[in-house]
Structure formats: structure tokens, C-alpha cells
């Protein structure tokens, strides 16, 4: 588990999910399905009780504190859905009066684009 403070200790992170492009699964959200080596690993994106982002991941790599490619991958989705979802807020109030607007699914499946301002593709 590691505490997300910036992008800056993202990098190598970002730089190897590049390469290895892992499949990222979305589970709920905040929990995502990142293929890995050694098959599937589980990473789980939170805030904690006192504000800190937190990232989990279930790989030998996170258990030590290190930040793995899997957090980076789910990391590039959990911020895409947590994006959405504020936007999805500000346009639930006129879409409901409306009708216009129709209900999209969240997306299940979505190759390693950004995390934050960053692009790996
Ligand atoms: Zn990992």
C-alpha cells in the first residue's frame, strides 16, 4: 500500500505499464482487476480516514511499499470514472427534467491512456 501524493512517483510506474500494457478490469469503483505475471492482481484506490489517497494492490511489489505498474494501469481508469462521475453530477439534475440525456454504462474495459495530466499512449 503506498499513499499517492503526486504524479512525480508515478512515473517509472507509468513508463512500465507502457510497455507491459496489462489488461485493467473495472470491479466497482475504486477496485480494479490488473493482469499481471502472475495472473490477475487486485488494486484498490481510496481515500482513507484522514483525507490520504491510498492505493492497494494485492502483487509481492505493493506489499513492500513499492509503486507497481498495477496501481499506475488502474490509477489512469479510477481517474478517467472519478472525472465522469463529477461530470455525471453536474449533468444528472437537467437530464432527469429532460430526458434527454440517456444512462451510459460505465466502461468495463479501457486501455492505460493518463494518469492525471500525463499521457502514456
Ligand atoms: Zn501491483
Known amino acids: ?9 508515478l512515473e517509472k510506474a507509468i513508463a512500465k ?34 483525507g490520504y489517497k491510498t492505493v492497494e494492490c494485492t502483487c509481492r511489489g505493493a506489499e513492500k511499499g513499492l509503486v507497481c505498474y498495477h496501481s499506475a494501469a488502474a490509477l489512469s481508469l479510477h481517474v478517467a470514472l472519478a472525472r465522469r462521475e463529477q461530470i455525471a453530477q453536474i449533468c444528472i439534475a437537467p437530464a432527469k427534467e429532460t430526458n434527454e440525456i440517456p444512462y451510459l454504462k460505465p466502461t ?8 492525471g495530466g500525463i499521457r502514456i499512449n
Open 1 to 9: 500500500m503506498f499513499i499517492l501524493k503526486g504524479i512525480d512517483q
Open 17 to 50: 505499464a507502457k510497455k507491459l500494457r496489462p489488461r485493467v478490469e473495472f470491479d466497482s469503483f475504486g477496485r480494479y482487476r490488473v493482469s499481471g505475471s502472475k495472473g490477475y492482481y487486485t488494486v484498490i484506490c481510496r481515500k482513507d480516514e484522514r
Open 108 to 115: 468495463i474495459e479501457r486501455p492505460v491512456e493518463r494518469v
